[in-house]
């Protein structure tokens, strides 16, 4: 499985449906599901949790735990679907996840971090990768994240997803912590030079094809968030540009046709129309009428008895669109 060009997960936005409509417009970016937590998967409703379409492989499943012995329990279940990869995260800083002992603060404890991959490794045939920062709080030094890198490559992961912005887990929020402190790429430049025989994938501040490609001059991979959901359509020269398929780049309204077929069998077994149509609303970023199809789906999608009649009608308030 090529990591080249990765779709990072997010809470609240990257469920299966976002992952499907995703997959509509790239064939081999590595889709990513929201964190999902140990807890949830063991004392919670599993399947709701776990439940993929067969259509949006390949796709990573991130945990967050820092118990080796539920998270072994949790890849056992996990390992019943049709996952690509388990990525344990150790980036998160929101409270919630401090709270749970999981997140960034894995990094402040890479024995534990190393305990629980190893763990993973031991019971699950699939890859094991980590998500974490290059440091958090005032554990920001290179020697503190080559040491964490060490700890955990040692018990056998292989690839390291890295954020590269450190994690500050007191005074700023989560959507903070993606912004304000400062983004050092050369820090993971470096990391790729002393571990040579690791897989390293970039993450944080990458918003065009081009920054990718950039980046991929030195490293491994790259991952993508906030701009990959905010303007999906920047997905579209990935399975050309990334990963050089002789293919043409497909149509916005050719995106938006196949997903209303998607749409149209989720609400046939029940799926409100708004939990899906909400992954779309940048789809026509840049064209012509793309504000009025937002501000159509959104004020009409949400309605208790809204039918796929809504998207229709919004589609057709954008140039271009059918």
């Given at each position: ?6 779709v ?7 469920d ?6 995703m997959?509509?417009?790239?064939d ?5 599901t ?14 709701y949790h776990?439940q993929m379409d067969?259509?949006?492989s390949?796709?990573a499943?991130?945990l967050?735990g820092?118990?080796?012995k539920e998270?072994?329990k949790?890849s ?10 388990i990525?344990?995260?150790?980036g998160?800083p929101?409270d919630?996840?401090?709270?749970g002992?999981?997140g960034a ?6 024995k534990l ?10 019971s699950?045939?699939l890859p094991i990768t980590v998500?974490?920062?290059i440091?958090?709080d005032?554990?920001?030094s290179?020697?503190f994240?080559?040491?964490f ?5 040692d018990?056998?992961?292989?690839t390291?997803?890295?954020?590269a912005?450190?994690?500050?887990l007191?005074?700023?929020s ?6 304000i402190?400062?983004?050092n790429?050369?820090?993971v430049?470096?990391?790729?030079n ?7 994938v970039?993450n ?8 990718s490609i950039?980046?991929?001059k ?6 993508v968030?906030?701009?990959?959901y905010?303007?999906?359509y920047f ?5 050309q ?6 293919k043409p780049v497909i ?6 046709e196949?997903?209303c077929?998607?749409i149209d069998?989720?609400m ?7 939990a899906?149509?909400r992954?779309m609303l940048?789809l ?7 504000k009025?199809f937002?501000?159509y789906?959104?004020?009409n999608?949400?309605s ?5 009649d809504?998207l229709?009608?919004?589609?057709s308030?954008t140039e271009?669109?059918?």
């Open positions: 499985m090529s990591r080249k060009f990765c990072a997960p997010m809470m609240n936005w990257t299966r449906h976002c992952r499907s409509f997959r509509l417009i790239s081999t970016a590595i889709l990513y929201e964190m999902i937590t140990s807890g949830a998967l063991l004392y919670g409703d599993a399947d776990l067969e259509d949006e390949p796709v499943l991130q967050g820092s118990d080796p998270l072994a949790c056992n279940l996990v390992d019943k679907y049709d996952y690509s990869e990525n344990l995260n150790c998160c929101s919630r996840v401090q709270n002992m999981f603060v894995m990094m402040k404890n890479a971090t190393a305990e629980c991959v190893s763990s993973l490794l031991n699950s045939q998500k974490h920062r440091g958090v005032d554990f920001d290179y020697e994240l080559c040491d890198i060490g700890t955990v490559s018990v056998g992961c292989k390291f997803i890295i954020h912005r450190k994690a500050w007191q005074g700023l989560p959507k903070q912590n993606r912004e402190p400062e983004l790429y050369d820090r430049y470096q990391l790729k002393d571990f040579p025989d690791l897989e390293i970039i944080g501040g990458i918003s065009s094809i081009e920054d950039n980046h991929l030195v490293l491994d991979g790259v991952m968030g906030r701009e990959a905010t303007n999906p997905l579209a020269e990935v399975d540009r990334i990963y050089g398929l002789d149509k916005r309204e050719e995106i938006a196949k997903f077929i998607y069998n989720e046939r077994k029940g799926t409100k129309l708004h899906m149509t992954h940048g026509f970023r840049g064209v012509k009428g793309a009025r937002r501000r789906l959104s004020e999608a949400y208790a008895n809204a039918s796929i809504v229709y009608k919004a589609l308030k271009g669109a059918t």
